[in-house]
């Protein structure tokens, strides 16, 4: 299994998981154009994906959904709630087809070619937002962004993920030392809103176990984050608690605007 990321924060996001027969995008927060582009460079071809997930109903992971699907037939996989969320948003100018709408239900596994995956209810303020447990040939990738406070439950998929992609979306101080108005700075430190690098950490610490092999943090804040911040408060709180980065796990902070390196997860 191979994993890129084509972009992770407010600019958009949109994640790739593939093998040698079969593909699986998450989230497609990135204009069409620019994702065929992005397929080009790495000599990948679009046709090779087959299913679509989307974690939640917000622009900046749904925007080309509805013209990725019609062009290349592509099934789209997410909760009721998220699908009507997505159907409202006016940010997608094309509709999902009726045909290509299909439901998953929380903490409910379903088998989508090479990819087995587990969705559960991640925290944040849309219609309602789910992570991913997504197991592929012995391996178990995790992706959880956009949420507000870890919970059991998410702490349960951290344990059990050997790849992990987890949103370190801002620094406390420098939310609140930074230009935005009070009531988003309390939206986005709410138990609905973001989690600071702190809490990504300490949520790490507190749940990962030696099965986890590698930690890409996402969804970076432009404004109140920076990725060397991100990557040495979460360093330095693991190494409070005896895990040592780059010994114990890797770790890496993904690019807001342009891809990752391609990563195979074995």
């Given at each position: 299994?191979?994993?890129?990321?084509?972009g992770?924060?407010?600019?958009?996001n949109?994640?790739?998981?593939?093998?040698?027969?079969?593909?699986?995008?998450?989230?497609?927060?990135i204009?069409l154009?620019?994702?065929?582009?992005?397929?080009r460079?790495?000599?990948l071809?679009?046709s090779s994906?087959?299913?679509?997930?989307?974690t939640?109903?917000?622009?900046d992971?749904?925007k080309?959904?509805?013209?990725?699907?019609?062009?290349?037939?592509?099934?789209?996989y997410?909760?009721?709630?998220?699908?009507?969320?997505?159907?409202?948003?006016?940010?997608?100018?094309?509709?999902?087809?009726?045909?290509k709408?299909?439901?998953l239900h929380?903490d409910?596994?379903?088998?989508?070619?090479?990819?087995?995956?587990t969705?559960?209810?991640?925290?944040h303020?849309?219609a309602?937002?789910?992570?991913?447990?997504i197991?592929?040939?012995?391996?178990?990738f995790c992706?959880i962004?956009?949420?507000?406070?870890v919970?059991p439950?998410?702490?349960?998929?951290?344990?059990a993920?050997?790849?992990?992609?987890?949103?370190?979306?801002?620094?406390?101080e420098?939310?609140?030392?930074?230009?935005?108005?009070a009531?988003?700075?309390?939206?986005?430190?709410?138990s609905?809103?973001?989690?600071?690098?702190?809490h990504c950490?300490?949520?790490?610490a507190?749940?990962?176990?030696?099965?986890?092999?590698?930690?890409?943090?996402?969804h970076l804040?432009?404004?109140n984050?920076?990725?060397?911040?991100?990557?040495?408060?979460?360093?330095?709180i693991?190494r409070?608690?005896g895990i040592?980065?780059?010994?114990d796990?890797?770790?890496?902070?993904?690019k807001?605007?342009?891809?990752?390196?391609?990563?195979?997860?074995?």
């Open positions: 299994m191979q994993f890129i990321s084509f992770s924060g407010s600019s958009g949109c994640y790739y998981l593939y093998t040698p027969s079969d593909g699986l995008l998450i989230d497609t927060g204009g154009r620019m994702l065929k582009r992005h397929f460079d790495f000599g071809s679009l994906v087959h299913n679509i997930l989307i939640h109903d917000h622009a992971h749904i080309s959904v509805g013209s990725l699907s019609a062009d290349y037939q592509l099934p789209v997410t909760t009721r709630a998220i699908h009507d969320g997505i159907f409202r948003n006016y940010c997608v100018t094309k509709k999902i087809a009726p045909d709408v299909h439901y929380t409910e596994s379903i088998q989508l070619g090479s990819f087995h995956v969705p559960f209810s991640v925290p303020d849309s309602e937002c789910v992570g991913y447990s197991d592929c040939d012995g391996v178990r992706l962004t956009d949420v507000g406070e919970t439950t998410i702490g349960q998929h951290i344990a993920a050997n790849y992990l992609v987890i949103e370190a979306n801002h620094d406390e420098m939310l609140m030392n930074g230009p935005y108005p009531y988003l700075k309390e939206r986005i430190m709410s609905h809103g973001h989690l600071s690098n702190k950490a300490e949520a790490l507190h749940y990962m176990t030696g099965n986890l092999r590698h930690v890409w943090l996402c804040s432009e404004e984050n920076h990725p060397e911040l991100a990557r040495k408060t979460v360093e330095s693991l409070s608690y040592v980065v780059g010994a796990v890797m770790l890496d902070v993904l807001r605007t342009t891809p990752s390196g391609l990563v195979e997860l074995k």
